[in-house]
């Protein structure tokens, strides 16, 4: 069985075939789907389809992705959502320099919060890290203890093994499977399988063969194929791997 440990399933995309998507999952044998949230806005949304769909759980969150629809008010109200709620993880959270460098100050200082959050409420981090990891490692160091994953990873091997000291994961998606993702390919056997999560971040970021369409988490068993042929394993010992990690992360 496989766990799906980054997926927006509660993107309006999903809205004209939500179950059917979440079925075809199943039939594929993922049996868990984390659901990290992007903006306050999305979270009642969030947990009305984990609360439909019991095999969705939520993690809630504020995107470095949309400064433009967070508000200073809204660490506060993650802070009670934490409290009340009891999500597996807080995000998805993180730094994003690849497109607006013009919010990078706030960036660093909504993550630092969230970090904060985190780190107050023991619950791991789903960080997205985009032309940022260095920067991401640097806060990360100044709140000991914290855990939790890199979505799509792509960073270089030297973060990774600093990122491993401080007893990170590493997602492994889409990405991963595209012709052109040579480094990618390169770094995935350097890894250590037992600090692996696979991931669709489903409706986006589809692996090679499902280029152009919107991803779902069904198509995890493709990534998953890819991986266990680089790593040199079956696809049933990578799933259950993977979903032990999944265990230790977010379920121990």
């Known amino acids: 069985m496989f766990t799906d440990s980054h997926c927006h399933l509660d993107d309006p995309r999903f809205d004209p075939d939500r179950d059917a998507v979440v079925e075809r999952a199943k039939a594929a044998g993922v049996d868990r789907i984390i659901a990290p949230a992007i903006t306050r ?44 709620q009891r999500p597996l993880a807080v995000g998805e959270c993180g730094l994003d ?20 959050l985190a780190r107050q409420h023991d619950l791991p981090v789903i960080v997205h890290a985009r032309k940022a990891v260095e920067e991401a490692i640097g806060l990360i160091r100044r709140h000991p203890g914290i855990r939790g994953v890199f979505h799509s990873y792509g960073g270089s091997y030297e973060q990774a093994r600093r990122l491993l000291d401080l007893g990170f994961f590493f997602g492994i998606g889409g990405p991963y499977t595209w012709s052109r993702s040579r480094r990618l390919q390169a770094l995935l056997p350097k890894l250590p399988p037992d600090h692996l999560l696979l991931e669709t971040d489903a409706p986006d970021q589809p692996d090679e063969r499902h280029r152009g369409q919107r991803n779902e988490p069904a198509f995890i068993t493709e990534i998953a194929a890819f991986v266990a042929r680089r790593l040199d394993t079956d696809i049933e010992t990578l799933a259950g791997i993977t979903s032990r990690n999944a265990d230790r992360l977010f379920f121990g």
């Open 41 to 84: 806005e999305t979270w009642p949304r969030l947990q009305a389809v984990c609360a439909r769909h019991r095999q969705v759980f939520p993690a809630y969150g504020l995107h470095p992705m949309f400064m433009a629809s967070h508000q200073p008010a809204d660490i506060d109200a993650l802070a009670e959502w934490l409290t009340t």
């Open 97 to 116: 320099f690849q497109h607006d460098r013009d919010s990078r100050r706030r960036q660093l200082d909504l993550f630092d919060a969230q970090l904060a």
